[in-house]
T-cell receptor, first 117, second 115 residues
Framework: AQKITQTQPGMFVQEKEAVTLDCTYDTSDPSYGLFWYKQPSSGEMIFLIYQGSYDQQNATEGRYSLNFQKARKSANLVISASQLGDSAMYFCAMREGPSSNTGKLIFGQGTTLQVKP | AAGVIQSPRHLIKEKRETATLKCYPIPRHDTVYWYQQGPGQDPQFLISFYEKMQSDKGSIPDRFSAQQFSDYHSELNMSSLELGDSALYFC??????????????FGEGSWLTVV
């Protein structure tokens, strides 16, 4: 069963506007971590933001914020003030278990974001 | 800041040949992961190491093997290469048991093309 679901294969956003990329997950482990990565066309995988299942507040990193709704099992990425350089593939990923373990990441299918000038 | 270093960045091999990918984790990171990303696919977990011991195994073919050395660098050995092995191979690292374990950093990847 798919544990990470990204339902938006592709998204468009106008430069300077905000955009939300959806991610839902499925796990029975009470302790887990959620990650977002950006993959430009050049291929590298860039870490953006992390949210732990026990974190009380939504994670923020600069223009990136994570809208974490635990009861709904969703961890949407919000990018504010989009820039042309934000055009890329975005992956949501989950690691089950506490951050102190070496659990692997399970990735969603990805969402391609295109920022229009 | 130092990042995860992978080499080579690109390689082309013929079918049935052997390839070796190398990964140098971020200093003081003791956990290494290998992922394979086919064209248009999400990354698939292959194998991971913690403190030079294999910690988890995913969909890694028997033709592939990997290890982590005393200096924490890791190598992925791929033999009897097939066309379907053409992919982007990522190494990632983290520091187990620390708050840094909340972040898993990836290298820039190694592009393998099998012809």
């Amino acid at each position: 069963a798919q544990k990470i679901t990204q339902t938006q294969p592709g998204m468009f956003v106008q430069e300077k506007e905000a955009v939300t990329l959806d991610c839902t997950y499925d796990t029975s482990d009470p302790s887990y971590g959620l990650f977002w990565y950006k993959q430009p066309s050049s291929g590298e995988m860039i870490f953006l933001i992390y949210q732990g299942s026990y974190d009380q507040q939504n994670a923020t990193e600069g223009r990136y914020s994570l809208n974490f709704q635990k009861a709904r099992k969703s961890a949407n990425l919000v990018i504010s003030a989009s820039q042309l350089g934000d055009s890329a593939m975005y992956f949501c990923a989950m690691r089950e278990g506490p951050s102190s373990n070496t659990g692997k990441l399970i990735f969603g299918q990805g969402t391609t974001l295109q920022v229009k000038p | 800041a130092a990042g995860v270093i992978q080499s080579p960045r690109h390689l082309i091999k013929e079918k049935r040949e052997t390839a070796t990918l190398k990964c140098y984790p971020i200093p003081r990171h003791d956990t290494v992961y290998w992922y394979q990303q086919g064209p248009g696919q999400d990354p698939q977990f292959l194998i991971s190491f913690y403190e030079k011991m294999q910690s988890d195994k995913g969909s890694i073919p028997d033709r592939f093997s990997a290890q982590q050395f005393s200096d924490y660098h890791s190598e992925l050995n791929m033999s009897s290469l097939e066309l379907g092995d053409s992919a982007l191979y990522f190494c990632a690292s983290t520091a187990w048991g620390t708050s840094s374990g909340n972040t898993i950093y990836f290298g820039e990847g190694s592009w393998l093309t099998v012809v």
